[in-house]
Nanobody, 127 residues
């Protein structure tokens, strides 16, 4: 059984930084692309960043381009999300998820493509 455990969320002032981590267990981590999603109250879950299995391909939502950076360490079965210049509108629960697509070469934006999800970590940015 695959398990994903996020950490690193918290309360930060606007302009600050946080780094989220997602530790995976129970599967072959380096065979799959991974994504970081977020969901704010009353809004749909959206992909903010994704990374292919090797890390060669990445995706960023327009709202976070230039501020967020996704990376992975396949030796540690961990994917990271570095978040800089945080804004109040970044406030949400952040989830990491595994893309079910074989080969893990592409990054997909649709939540239904992801089969395993972490429990989420709250990020709150105060103004």
């Amino acid at each position: 059984q695959v398990q994903l455990v996020e950490s690193g969320g918290g309360l930060v002032q606007a302009g600050g930084s946080l780094t989220l981590s997602c530790a995976a267990s129970g599967g072959t981590f380096n065979n799959y692309a991974m994504g970081w999603f977020r969901q704010a109250p009353g809004k749909e879950r959206e992909l903010v960043a994704g990374i292919s299995r090797s890390g060669v391909r990445t995706y960023y939502a327009d709202s976070v381009k230039g501020r967020f950076s996704i990376s992975r360490d396949n030796a540690k079965n961990t994917v990271y999300l570095q978040m800089n210049s945080l804004k109040p509108e970044d406030t949400a629960v952040y989830y990491c998820a595994r893309d079910r697509t074989p080969a893990g070469l592409a990054v997909h934006t649709t939540p239904s493509v992801y089969d395993y999800w972490g429990q989420g970590t709250q990020v709150t940015v105060s103004s």
